[in-house]
T-cell receptor, first 116, second 115 residues
Framework: AQKVTQAQTEISVVEKEDVTLDCVYE???????LFWYKQPPSGELVFLIR??????QNEISGRYSWNFQKSTSSFNFTITASQVVDSAVYFC?????????????FGAGTTVTVRA | GAVVSQHPSRVICKSGTSVKIECRSL??????MFWYRQFPKQSLMLMAT?????????EQGVEKDKFLINHASLTLSTLTVTSAHPEDSSFYIC???????????FGAGTRLSVL
């Protein structure tokens, strides 16, 4: 069963538009961690954010913001005033329980294209 | 901090040869390293989990004799693709987890092309 669902395959926006990436997860654990990673065309995965299941506080970092809602099992990511450099594939990931070596279950990824 | 170096970034080899990929944590000790495979326009597929000083744990369907993993120190893990064939051509990415932490930091990946 898919543990992390990113329903949006591709999103294309014009520069300065906001873009929101959806992420829905599934787990029976009470302790878990959620992540967002960015994969630019170069291929390296860049860590963006980590959230534990006990911290539902939303977070903002520059033009990035994250909305964590346990009630809907969602951890959405918004890029405000998008720029061409934001073009990349974004992955949402889930890590369950400590005894699992903190393995990551990745979503399918959302390709964001920002046009000038 | 938390830099992971992966080498080589690209390798082209002939069918039947073996290829070794190195993954190093440069500024931290990584008790656990992970190896992933990624096909074009797809997500990352975990191949194996490597703990320092012990045998790697392979995911279901991954041939352990084909993909040899060695985690000899807290800063180095290697993946050897033995007797590579064209179907092994892919993008391989490693990650390292800081001891006591839960964040995985990724290398830049290795693009393997087997002719």
């Amino acid at each position: 069963a898919q543990k992390v669902t990113q329903a949006q395959t591709e999103i294309s926006v014009v520069e300065k538009e906001d873009v929101t990436l959806d992420c829905v997860y599934e787990t029976r654990d009470t302790t878990y961690y959620l992540f967002w990673y960015k994969q630019p065309p170069s291929g390296e995965l860049v860590f963006l954010i980590r959230r534990n299941s006990f911290d539902e506080q939303n977070e903002i970092s520059g033009r990035y913001s994250w909305n964590f809602q346990k009630s809907t099992s969602s951890f959405n990511f918004t890029i405000t005033a998008s720029q061409v450099v934001d073009s990349a594939v974004y992955f949402c990931a889930l890590s369950e329980a400590q005894g699992n070596d903190y393995k990551l279950s990745f979503g399918a990824g959302t390709t964001v294209t920002v046009r000038a | 901090g938390a830099v992971v170096s992966q080498h080589p970034s690209r390798v082209i080899c002939k069918s039947g040869t073996s290829v070794k990929i190195e993954c190093r944590s440069l500024d931290f000790q990584a008790t656990t390293m992970f190896w992933y495979r990624q096909f074009p326009k797809q997500s990352l597929m975990l191949m194996a989990t490597s703990n320092e000083g012990s045998k790697a744990t392979y995911e279901q369907g991954v041939e352990k004799d084909k993909f040899l993993i060695n985690h000899a120190s807290l800063t180095l893990s290697t993946l050897t693709v033995t007797s590579a064939h064209p179907e092994d051509s892919s993008f391989y990415i490693c990650s390292a987890r800081l001891a006591g932490g839960d964040i995985q930091y990724f290398g830049a990946g290795t693009r393997l092309s087997v002719l």
